[in-house]
């Protein structure tokens, strides 16, 4: 699927990412490695090598073309340059017709609303072209910043779920969050 989506306020753009995004993933997992630590799962070294992201990426890949879940770099319009990535992950048709969502930025590149509008343009393409009805997301309590990036996008907290995510080595609690369509209907109308 060669489709980007843009955000030419914020200067981003999102598109699929490619085997010959590698480097530049593995260049930007790496850089986030140590900041961003204590909302991520613990990874082994191997993790952060040049073939792991490839099999990554291409596992990936896969998913797209099946259907179940979309890895979309978030690029800066100026440059190209790789500044972050939101998926939708585990994307289910049917009575559940659902994802979820993950999201982080290069740390250079937090405020400014550019995560927000990467955000956005996930959202859009999962209720427009995906045709789902639900989009969620699991963010550890203490990340404000996270919370306002969903919250701005029309996300609502739902509730807690207990010890959802093994993150920095122990299960912790996450507030779920979610948008329907129907939330978003004016907007996607547009």
Do not use: C, W
């Amino acid at each position: 699927m060669a489709l980007t989506l843009y955000d030419t306020p914020h200067g981003i753009s999102l598109r699929l990412l490619t085997s010959e995004d590698t480097q530049a993933y593995l260049d930007l997992i790496q850089i986030t490695r140590i900041p961003y630590q204590s909302v991520e799962p613990i990874r082994e070294d191997e993790f952060y090598t040049l073939e792991a992201q490839t099999r990554r990426i291409q596992d990936r890949m896969k998913a797209s073309e099946e259907g179940t879940g979309y890895q979309f770099g978030i690029y800066t319009i100026q440059d190209s340059t790789l500044i972050g990535q939101v998926s939708l992950n585990n994307v289910v048709h049917g009575v559940a017709n659902y994802a979820d969502m993950g999201y982080f930025i290069h740390p250079d590149y937090q405020g400014g609303g550019r995560m927000t509008a990467a955000v956005k343009l996930a959202v859009a393409y999962a209720f427009r072209a995906l045709k789902l009805n639900r989009v969620q997301a699991a963010i550890l309590p203490s990340n404000q910043g996270s919370q306002r990036v969903l919250e701005k996008n029309g996300f609502q907290a739902e509730g807690i779920a207990r010890k959802y995510l093994k993150i920095n080595g122990q299960y912790q609690d996450h507030q779920i969050y979610a948008v329907l369509v129907d939330d978003l209907h004016e907007q996607l109308s547009d």
